[in-house]
């Protein structure tokens, strides 16, 4: 669901876009830091936010790290 906007923010489409790892921080919502492999040994990490179900909204990407690597640890951030 966050493709599009990451597209957007890098100016470029990903043909591969694939969650490998995943945690979740509960806050008023829910953030989840997300490793995604977007091709040959790119990876990127992702900051996703989910609304309250109250209040009915898309999920947002709230921040990313590009230049990862397969092995570089998914922190919070």
Request: no cysteine; net charge negative; aromatic share 12%.
């Amino acid at each position: 669901q966050v493709k599009a906007q990451l597209e957007e923010k890098e100016g470029k489409t990903f043909d591969v876009f694939t969650a490998v790892e995943f945690k979740t921080q509960l806050v008023a919502g829910t953030n989840y830091f997300i490793k995604v492999h977007v091709g040959n040994e790119e990876f990127m990490h992702l900051r996703v936010f989910k609304s309250l179900p109250h209040d009915n909204e898309q999920l947002s990407l709230h921040s990313y790290q590009s230049s990862k690597t397969k092995h570089d640890e998914l922190a919070y951030f």
